[in-house]
Antibody, heavy 128, light 105 residues
Framework: QITLKESGPTLVKPTQTLTLTCTFS??????????VGWIRQPPGKALEWLSIIFWDDDERYNPSLNNRLTITKDTSKNQVVLIMTNIDPADTATYYC????????????????????WGQGTMVTVSS | DIQLTQSPSVLSASVGDRVTITCRAN??????FAWYQQKPGKAPSLLIHAASTLQSGVPSRFIVSGSETEVTLTISSLQPEDFATYYCQQMKIYPLTFGGGTKVE
């Protein structure tokens, strides 16, 4: 059974750096196709994809965050960390950690090309 | 970026109704659509991937149809547990993007 759980501060001051940790179980981020990503949702608003890191160390970021994001993985701890710099009140949101298992080799693709498992989310408020 | 426009943003319906939600993309994304359901205070859950494949455990009353730039999610007979917000997503091109959501109330 795959589970993911987010952890981090609930309150952050503007201009500070936010560090969120996703601790997962039920899979290894060294297995071909595996990816762990982050998605956020401001209160009452839609979902926004932030970043994802893959088994092969490939990293992708949402350019709308203006290079404020860094994602890393620690496969020995089964953790993925998202760092967001220069925090602003507009970053107030629930942050979700998500799982994806999908890869293509030649013309053959395997897994589910979507975020099939979500963490419970962690609410982060940015306020002075 | 690929923009996804969902309509309607709010849908009022009753148990037993047939409801339809549309998701339009500003460029072709083939079958790289996914749909999620989110209930209040909960994380979203995957309903459909690869445009029309139901995730394990999702009832068959959820039906998807469409084209390269527009997909329609239909709930054939709305059940009490289906009152939620639904989001479409494209998984073809980074940055991955979501629609604005449709609340079924």
């Amino acid at each position: 059974q795959i589970t993911l759980k987010e952890s981090g501060p609930t309150l952050v001051k503007p201009t500070q750096t936010l560090t969120l940790t996703c601790t997962f179980s039920g899979f290894s981020l060294t297995t071909t196709g595996m990816g762990v990503g982050w998605i956020r949702q401001p209160p009452g608003k839609a979902l926004e994809w932030l970043s994802i890191i893959f088994w092969d160390d490939d990293e992708r970021y949402n350019p709308s965050l203006n290079n404020r994001l860094t994602i890393t993985k620690d496969t020995s701890k089964n953790q993925v960390v998202l760092i967001m710099t220069n925090i602003d009140p507009a970053d107030t949101a629930t942050y979700y950690c998500v799982h994806r298992n999908y890869y293509c080799s030649g013309d053959s693709c395997h897994g589910i090309n979507a975020f099939d498992i979500w963490g419970q989310g962690t609410m982060v408020t940015v306020s002075s | 970026d690929i923009q996804l426009t969902q309509s309607p943003s709010v849908l009022s319906a009753s148990v037993g109704d047939r409801v339809t939600i549309t998701c339009r993309a500003n460029q072709g994304i083939s079958n790289f659509f996914a749909w999620y359901q989110q209930k209040p205070g909960k994380a979203p859950s995957l309903l459909i991937h690869a445009a029309s494949t139901l995730q394990s455990g999702v009832p068959s009353r959820f039906i998807v149809s469409g084209s390269e730039t527009e997909v329609t999610l239909t709930i054939s007979s709305l059940q009490p547990e289906d009152f939620a917000t639904y989001y479409c997503q494209q998984m073809k091109i980074y940055p991955l993007t979501f629609g604005g959501g449709t609340k079924v109330e």
